[in-house]
């Protein structure tokens, strides 16, 4: 049973489109991260969330952390290629867990 | 400051050998952790070490074991490689046990094992 449900798994826009991307669960974590992964290298992470209906914002990309700290999203603006990759989301609970990932492609 | 590094970053086995993975945290990191990634199980907890100390262990067999060292560095052993065994093996490192509230993990760009 996968603690952490990603959706979609497979995401191909064109550069320029607005996207979201999301992490579900039945459970609720202490923190959740969003890590972004390229071919190749080891997943980095870009943000943490830690308060129940926290919202951050890193130049185009806004997270969100649910109100009951069980999902969060990630929403995309203006996509460009440099976004494509793996994101994955991590829940702490006892330890990180994390999600199966969306791979996200974008087309120039 | 260097990032976590992982060596060697490509390796092929064949089935029934085993393997020594190597990992150097970032400088200060005391929480070394390891996951095995696949295209179809994703990104799965192997284990964590902290202080020298193995934390938590992920639902892997026995085959699969690992330790750390004073100085932080870890090592990951696999005995008796079966072909599902084929992986990136990725390293992370954090200042706090299952990388803290606000720190994260900082992660190497793995080793990529093939067992032939």
């Known amino acids: 049973t996968q603690l952490l449900e990603q959706s979609p798994q497979f995401l191909s826009i064109q550069e320029g489109e607005n996207l979201t991307v999301y992490c579900n669960s039945s459970?609720?974590?202490?923190?959740l991260q969003w890590y972004r992964q390229e071919p190749g290298e080891g997943p980095v992470l870009l943000v943490t969330?830690?308060?129940?209906?926290e919202v951050k914002k890193l130049k185009r990309l806004t997270f969100q952390f649910g109100d009951a700290r069980k999902d969060s999203s990630l929403h995309i603006t203006a996509a460009q290629p440099g976004d494509t990759g793996l994101y994955l989301c991590?829940?702490?609970?006892?330890?990180?867990?994390f999600g199966d990932g969306t791979t996200l492609t974008v087309k120039p | 400051k260097a990032g976590v590094t992982q060596t060697p970053r490509y390796l092929i086995k064949t089935r029934g050998q085993q393997v020594t993975l190597s990992c150097s945290p970032i400088?200060?990191?005391?929480?070394v952790s390891w996951y095995q990634q696949t295209p179809g199980q994703g990104l799965q907890f192997l284990f964590e070490?902290?202080?020298?100390?193995?934390?938590n262990k992920g639902n892997f067999p026995g085959r699969f074991s690992g330790r750390q060292f004073s100085n932080s560095r870890s090592e990951m052993n696999v005995s008796t490689l079966e072909l599902g065994d084929s992986a990136l093996y990725l390293c992370?490192?954090?200042?706090?046990?299952?990388?803290?509230?606000?720190?994260?993990?900082?992660f190497g760009s793995g080793t990529r094992l093939t067992v032939v």
């Open positions: 991590a829940g702490l609970l006892g330890k990180s867990t």
């Open positions: 070490y902290f202080s020298e100390t193995q934390r």
């Open positions: 992370a490192s954090s200042h706090k046990p299952e990388g803290g509230l606000d720190y994260g993990y900082t």
């Open positions: 459970s609720v974590f202490s923190s």
């Open positions: 969330v830690v308060t129940g209906g």
């Open positions: 400088s200060g990191h005391r929480s």
